[in-house]
């Protein structure tokens, strides 16, 4: 079956912003009173909420988009941190005439709804930190997974990408049980976005950002007032659950919830099921 059949009845629309350019989007759910805006992790894509979009529009408006650098948004940015891609949501949801909503992201897109939490509180109903980057790593085994991640982006700098180069890091993103649904159709996606030749612009500025030390540019965890659901799996790389439990110890009104499931770094995609219904029940009814 392919990836683009879990996206009937959603659609995806080019827009622009002010300051960022050409934003994809996917949509589903309009009319809706409550809007749900799905982020992706760094050097990924809408497609990694395919499973969440048209599932959880039956009760909500849902948002999913390539931030700027990605996918097949704008390409030709000048500057890439987390707090540049939280004004991008801004805009955008300036565009699109929302003016509140319910944030999740998975990785980087976990670390840009905190910050965009903690500047624009008024604008956030409830947080669901997916696998979220920006928190602190904590253990040992965290250091070391973020070695392992380090060794394998420095064996691909400056090679073109190809398909194996991408599989092996998109391996990294899901347990090894769930390497079935790494489908060449999965794989091809990302490989194409990656050979975007404005990615020449776009992948050093990013590569180096994450390259960086990181520290100043963390959430401020004690500025986010929204109820936040740090949705986690045992077996999610760099941040473990000490890290989640540690983090979500910052937040005065914070809950960690790890899934039953097996799953690594992309719990919405290796186990949608159960992801969608404990998010569902989140946003609904709060806390859990």
């Given at each position: ?6 996206f009937?009845s959603?659609?995806?629309?080019f827009?622009?912003?002010p ?5 994809r989007?996917a949509e ?12 992706h992790g760094v050097?990924g ?5 395919a ?14 988009y ?21 004004e ?14 319910h944030l ?12 965009f939490?903690t ?8 947080l669901v930190l997916n696998?979220a ?15 392992d991640?380090i060794?394998?982006?420095v064996?691909?700098a400056g090679?073109?990408?190809t ?8 391996k990294?993103l899901?347990?090894k049980?769930?390497w ?5 159709e999965?794989v ?11 990615n020449?612009i776009?992948g050093p ?5 994450m ?8 959430i401020?965890?004690s ?7 740090f ?19 910052q937040?005065?009104?914070g809950q960690?919830?790890?899934m ?10 290796e ?11 989140f ?6």
């Amino acid at each position: 079956m392919s990836l683009w059949t879990d996206f009937i009845s959603a659609e995806i629309r080019f827009i622009d912003t002010p300051s960022f350019g050409r934003t994809r989007i996917a949509e589903a759910g309009k009319g809706h009173a409550q809007t749900v805006i799905l982020m992706h992790g760094v050097g990924g894509h809408l497609e990694a909420y395919a499973k969440n979009i048209v599932a959880l529009s039956n009760e909500f408006h849902v948002i999913a988009y390539d931030f700027p650098g990605h996918g097949q948004s704008n390409r030709q940015i000048t500057d890439f941190s987390p707090a540049m891609l939280a004004e991008h949501l801004a805009e955008l949801m300036d565009v699109l005439g929302i003016a509140r909503a319910h944030l999740s992201g998975e990785s980087l897109g976990g670390w840009v709804a905190g910050i965009f939490a903690t500047v624009y509180p008024k604008r956030v109903g409830r947080l669901v930190l997916n696998t979220a980057g920006g928190i602190p790593i904590v253990t040992q085994k965290g250091r070391d997974d973020l070695q392992d991640l380090i060794a394998l982006t420095v064996r691909n700098a400056g090679q073109p990408p190809t398909f194996d180069s991408v599989m092996d890091r998109m391996k990294w993103l899901m347990h090894k049980s769930n390497w079935d649904l790494l489908t060449e159709e999965l794989v091809m996606t990302r490989l194409l976005y990656y050979r975007n030749p404005d990615n020449r612009i776009s992948g050093p500025l990013i590569g180096r950002f994450m390259g960086s030390d990181v520290t100043p540019h963390l959430i401020d965890l004690s500025r986010i007032a929204c109820e936040t659901l740090f949705f986690w799996t045992r077996a999610n790389p760099i941040h473990d659950v000490e890290a989640a439990q540690a983090a979500c110890a910052q937040v005065s009104k914070g809950q960690v919830f790890v899934m039953e499931a097996e799953a690594a770094h992309w719990p919405q995609y290796e186990a949608p099921d159960e992801f969608n219904a404990v998010f569902r029940r989140f946003i609904k009814e709060g806390l859990l």
